[in-house]
């Protein structure tokens, strides 16, 4: 499976997000700009049409004041991810994520509330038609355990990648392999990693998950330039020392070349679920897909450099000027 997202980064690139609270209200207030992201993703290849419900959950939307608009945003996110979904042959994914209410210290109390923004988020998601659900960016075993456990008392299939910015360990100090098996072992269908981590710092765990569980795997790195002194793109600093985290992040960003190579290496691993998380766009995604193997509805316009003027196969003699290194 070809996965894509990071529609929040690229949406907030396109001036619909605001950045900081990353609360998709795009969704009520542009919707056509959701839709056409989803197709721009599904001409590129993808295979699932993720509703864009990641951070639509009821805390996150307190914070910028439209509580109210809980229900309709979620359901119109479905909505739009649905007719999108059905312009091609995309299956449909629910999304459920971090809810930063989870707090280990006091387990009980916040695991219900965790536990009722899932419930109240998924109803909206069964009724307007899902085919399973992602539970992504969980810095917590704890809160994905909650977060599987709802999708299993629905009845569907869950994916659940967790994320956290410790080295080797969720934020409940879990590591990564042990707490996949867990979360195999309960039920999830889809287990593996996603956001924080570049192809470079993500992969090496994912085949250390891949070793140890049974279940489908999932990488959904974000397409940076992490390594292992700075393994997440929390962590990357300039040269001159400020975090590049979230908004200047564009000089670490990977090539389509790195993100079809990651494509093929994450193939190689025997991942299933071959995906993107934040800074993710549609052309690597096209790259990704073609680097699999496939030819794509974007494929149409997937490079011919052989035809470029200047560095083209047949450079014309009044061209070559232009190619001359600049020597000041
Ligand atoms: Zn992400």
Redesign the pocket.
């Known amino acids: 499976m070809l996965g894509a997202?990071?529609y929040?980064?690229e949406l907030e690139r396109r001036g619909y997000i605001k950045a900081g609270p990353y609360v998709p209200e795009v969704v009520l207030d542009f919707p056509d700009a959701v839709r056409e992201l989803h197709r721009e993703f599904l001409r590129a290849g993808a295979d699932v049409m993720v509703a864009l419900t990641y951070y639509a959950h009821r805390e996150k939307l307190k914070t910028v004041g439209r509580e109210n608009d809980l229900e309709a945003l979620n359901r119109q996110a479905l909505r739009v991810a649905n007719e999108v979904a059905r312009e091609g042959d995309a299956l449909v994914a629910g999304d459920i994520c971090n809810t930063w209410a989870y707090d280990p210290k006091n387990k009980e109390a916040s695991s219900r509330v965790v536990r009722a923004m899932y419930e109240e988020q998924l109803s909206w998601a069964v009724d307007e038609g899902i085919d399973f659900v992602i539970a992504?960016?969980n810095d917590y075993l704890g809160e994905s355990l909650i977060a599987l456990q709802v999708i299993k008392e629905l009845g569907l299939p869950a994916m659940v990648t967790l994320?956290s910015t410790r080295p080797q360990q969720t934020w409940d100090g879990y590591d990564y392999v042990d707490a996949c098996q867990i979360l195999a072992d309960k039920g999830a269908d889809i287990v593996g990693l996603?956001?924080?981590r570049g192809p470079a710092t993500m992969l090496p765990i994912i085949e250390r998950v891949r070793r140890r569980v049974s279940s489908y795997v999932a990488a959904?790195p974000?397409p940076y330039k992490t390594d292992p002194a700075m393994p997440t793109f929390e962590s990357l600093k300039t040269a001159s020392g400020t975090r590049a985290f979230p908004i200047a992040l564009e000089p670490f960003l990977c090539t389509r070349f790195e993100m079809a190579a990651y494509a093929q290496r994450a193939k190689a691993l025997g991942v299933n679920y071959i995906g993107v998380?934040?800074?993710?766009a549609p052309h690597y995604v096209r790259a990704m897909a073609e680097a699999l193997g496939r030819t794509v509805p974007a494929s149409r316009y997937s490079p011919a450099i052989e035809l470029h003027p200047m560095i083209g196969a047949h450079v014309e003699e009044k061209e070559k000027q232009f190619l001359v290194d600049w020597k000041g």
Request: glycine share 18%; charged share 20%; aromatic share 6%.
């Open positions: 997202e990071g929040v980064f992504e960016t994320a996603n956001c924080d959904q974000v998380c934040c800074g993710g």
